[in-house]
């Protein structure tokens, strides 16, 4: 009985591939006999703890297409070996991906450089494509510690766009969702239009969500488009990202964000940093889209982007069977410091305020956040804080509270048609005219230890705005209930406090 146990197990392998000494000839198992290109790779059947391993500091200009299972005791590698650079999948435009990942399961990615620059733009082109359909549940996906880089997709999204990193689950017979996908530590440069971006089920009729997302610490660079676009998930985690840098090269006629959920629910976006989104429309460094409950935007940091720092919206006319609405957003312990940029003229003129709600969002909560905006180095440029819009319907019951609204030149709010918009507790600094009726509201300086410095990265700055010991701000903010438990720097928050600081720190 324990012979016949042993034989039915995998035999775990290791597989070297050398673009340089290999030969397809070869058994590929130990790096004296490596095998050469990445077409023989899909007859070797990789199965459960096996690793591909490719020699550092070399190049294939193939496509590298992987469908395999692991096991959770024993996952799939895909890795180096030998000291040197990166190995390059270099996919030349030839193909949509450079690393497909299709029908497969716990299986870790990591160590790989991947680029996919065609002679022209191409509709639909991506870095690394991992793809499920009529598969079920996969589960344990991980990319790691991957450089992605001039990925030249199309730039218009009704196009097919394009991506550093796509995600897509689908199917007719079998729905198929990923259970467990971690995306970590990689790099995304010069690729358009996108960087990390899904396409899954969207439609509530028909609702499968992924669950077990997670993004993390991921730096996107030079991609013009949107940035992280979870879409037909649950529970997703995006957390300790950067994008920087965002070059204008799209139409007239695009929209696109940093980093947004698309239907989507409990989605958390925390300690992300987005700055220099020059989008010709929206260009703001966060998004609750439409179709979406419970977002939480928490502990980001937003800075010079064109387009501004936040919108909610959902459109009016998309309902049941296929939307939810935009239901349940809660903006909370970001900061936002000289957004709203625009001098180009978008649908609606220009147009830039910090905070856009537009259409039919419902029950949106904005509290403890600053916004902090120096004096527009234009007179054409937009100067509303917050602006409130209808798509297809205007939006309602927005809560405002402990919010630092602070302005170094005069500024605006406008409301437009929005009902129920309730503001309490919140301090108001400058010149700012349409100011809305909050009973206790403040008046005066917040007295922050210092005043930031504009186009500066990093979260570490932002110390410059706790609050000296003569603050207003202390002490005289709106108690919230199911609030955050800690504030932005990381101070506990004690959930039976009668009150509150305006502002981020507690």
Known sequence: MLLLIACTLHAQTRYYVDAVNGNDHNAGTNPGSALKTLSIIQKLHLGAGD?????????????????????????????????GENPHIKG??????????????????QNLEISNAAPETVKGLSGIMVSINDFG?????????????????????????????????????????????????????????????????????????NLGVVIRKNVLEQVPGDGIVPIGCDGALI??????????????????AGIWPWSCDNTIIQYNEVSDHKAPWDGQGFDSDWNCKNTIIQYNYSHDNEGGFL????????????????VGTIIRYNVSVNDGLRTNKTRSGIFSPIIH???????????????????????????????????????????????????????????EESTRNFFENNL?????????????????????????????????RLKCFMLQKSSPSLGTGKSISNNAEKDFFGNKIDPQTKSLNIGIQQ
Request: aromatic residues 10%; charged residues 20%; neutral net charge.
């Open 311 to 326: 919108l909610i919206c959902n459109d009016g006319k998309s309902k049941l069977p296929f939307s939810v609405g935009n």
């Open 239 to 256: 957390e300790y990202n950067v994008m920087r840098n965002c070059p204008r090269l799209l139409p007239d006629t695009e929209a696109a």
């Open 92 to 109: 030349a435009g030839v193909s949509p991906s450079a690393v497909c990942i299709i029908n497969s399961e716990h299986i870790t990615v």
């Open 137 to 209: 549940v996969a589960h344990d996906l991980k990319l790691l510690n991957l450089f992605i880089h001039d990925v030249n997709g199309s730039l218009v999204k009704e196009q097919g766009g394009g991506s550093g990193i796509l995600i897509k689950n689908s199917g007719r017979n079998t729905p198929s969702v990923f259970n467990g996908l971690l995306i970590e530590s990689c790099k995304i440069q010069r690729c358009q239009r996108n960087g990390i971006i899904f396409n899954g089920y969207a439609a509530r009729s028909n609702w499968h969500p």
């Open 428 to 460: 108001y600094f400058g010149v700012q005219h349409n100011r809305p009726v909050d009973a206790k509201a403040i008046l005066a300086d917040p007295q922050f230890r210092s005043s930031p410095e504009s186009q500066h990265e990093g979260f570490d």
């Open 357 to 415: 709600v537009a259409g039919t969002a419902f029950n949106s909560k904005i509290y403890n956040n600053i916004i902090y905006m120096p004096k527009k180095p234009s007179a054409i440029i937009d100067t509303t804080i917050i602006q409130m819009t209808s798509w297809n319907g205007f939006p309602d019951s927005t809560y405002f509270a402990n919010n630092i609204f602070y302005s170094e030149g005069p500024t605006i709010f406008k409301f």
């Open 51 to 83: 690793q591909l391993l490719f020699h550092a500091g070399q190049v294939w200009e193939e496509q590298l297409t992987i469908t395999a299972k692991g096991s959770k005791e024993a996952p799939i590698i895909i890795d180096r070996y030998e000291k």
